[in-house]
């Protein structure tokens, strides 16, 4: 048994299981940066197993269907996502949810504990927080291991949805005071605490100064003097960036405009046609480097979405923010541009006229990115980690006692 007491059985590294969805890119993402920070402060000692009961090989053939529909939908009709978020959001509805279409969920979770015997299980999305529950709980405290506490981390910035919080997790992670309160108003019975969204070890280090962003821009192939216009709409390129990148590019002719579409091949394809601004656009898909964009931007165009909001703040990015889906990212332009870490553009003719004043504005530019290093909190999964060493030690403890 190591210092921490967090190994296995038999001296292996502790397995600990992680629930993830690819329903946007936030949730894996998360996971991915409390990974590192464990590994980062306890190197070699856990052993993080990913399991997707919604869209993975481990998801039963229905909910791998269901759950297929979400890029296609937040892309083409965002109205249907919001419909269905808001008529989940009752307790009844929920109830109804898990003992039918989640309850496969259910039996991919709890085959993944017998299978893995977790520490701890940390659940990232918010359906999976009652099977994390359920298998934890069915779990044999005669056993060696006991049971594993649950982990709950909030991945909505603002406005989180019920889900979240009515699983009876051990624990629950939230990224900002307004989900706390929502979570201390609505009695949840898991201890709270308060630490960002986590996010990756490439933004940790916080905002790059200015230098470092030129040599960015040298080593990206982006022209270091031209007002650099980053577009991003997520893991599903939504927020109508192929028109928005457009826009911008006929209006302004000194400007670079980097598109970073994500899955959306429609829209990568149609700006990879766009031949009206040679050299002067750059389209790209899925990218893993996209800290280095996000760092080296005049602006960043995006949806509001939290994980892409947490690591540009991270990185002290100015940002402009143009829609947002319904429910799980609502509130979160407010509380942006309350900061003043960026500016609202709904539409197209907003958008153009925003840019307008901030390329000609360096010191509004650099006022906005200082307010945006200041939402960042780059240690949300350091936090994380710690606490996953504290909860192991206290069951290794417990073991040892019994």
């Not at 979240?164 to 709270?192: F, I, K, M, N």
């Not at 022209?223 to 990148?245: C, K, M, N, Q, S």
């Not at 899925?286 to 931007?297: H, I, K, Q, R, Y």
């Not at 541009?337 to 006229?353: F, K, N």
Request: glycine share 10%; proline share 6%.
């Amino acid at each position: 048994m190591t210092r921490s007491g967090c190994v296995a059985a038999d001296g292996g590294p502790a397995p600990l299981l992680f629930l993830v969805a690819d329903t946007g890119g936030g949730h894996r993402s998360a996971a991915r940066a409390v990974a590192q920070a464990l590994e980062h402060a306890f190197p070699g000692r856990f052993a993080p197993v990913t399991c997707d009961p919604f869209t993975g090989p481990e998801a039963s053939r229905l909910l791998r269907f269901v759950s297929g529909g979400y890029g296609p939908v937040v892309r083409r009709a965002p109205w249907i996502w919001g419909a269905a978020y808001y008529a989940t959001s009752s307790r009844s509805a929920l109830r109804f949810l898990r003992s039918t279409l989640l309850a496969a969920a259910d039996r991919a979770v709890a085959e993944a504990v017998v299978r893995h015997r977790p520490e701890a299980i940390l659940s990232f999305h918010p359906l999976a927080g009652w099977a994390a529950v359920r298998a934890g709980r069915s779990v044999d405290t005669s056993a060696e291991r006991g049971r594993p506490p649950v982990v709950t981390v909030v991945t909505d910035l603002v406005t989180a949805h019920p889900a979240w919080r009515y699983a009876e997790a051990d624990h629950v992670v939230v990224p900002t005071s307004a989900v706390l309160g929502r979570c201390q108003r609505d009695g949840t019975p898991a201890r709270c605490v308060e630490v960002g969204v986590p996010v990756t070890a490439e933004h940790w280090d916080g905002p790059p100064h200015r230098g470092r962003r030129l040599a960015l821009r040298r080593s990206l192939g982006v022209p270091p003097d031209r007002f650099l216009i980053v577009l991003t709409g997520g893991a599903e390129g939504t927020g109508g960036i192929g028109r928005r990148a457009i826009a911008l590019l006929e209006r302004f002719d000194d400007v670079h405009v980097v598109a970073v579409c994500g899955r959306n091949h429609a829209v990568r394809e149609r700006l990879a046609r766009f031949d009206h601004a040679p050299g002067r656009l750059t389209v790209l898909g899925f990218v893993d480097n996209l800290a280095d964009w996000l760092g080296c931007a005049d602006v960043v165009v995006c949806k509001a979405g939290p994980s892409t909001v947490a690591e540009a703040t991270c990185l002290g990015a100015p940002l402009v923010l143009t829609s947002h889906l319904p429910g799980q990212e609502k509130g979160t332009t407010e509380y942006v541009v309350r900061a003043g870490a960026g500016r609202h553009a709904a539409g197209v003719r907003d958008l153009i006229e925003v840019v307008d004043q901030l390329r000609r504005n360096p010191f509004a530019v650099e006022a906005m990115r200082a307010a945006s290093a200041r939402l960042g909190r780059p240690w949300a999964a350091t936090e994380i980690a710690a606490l996953v060493g504290r909860l192991t030690r206290a069951g290794a403890r417990a073991r040892r006692a019994g």
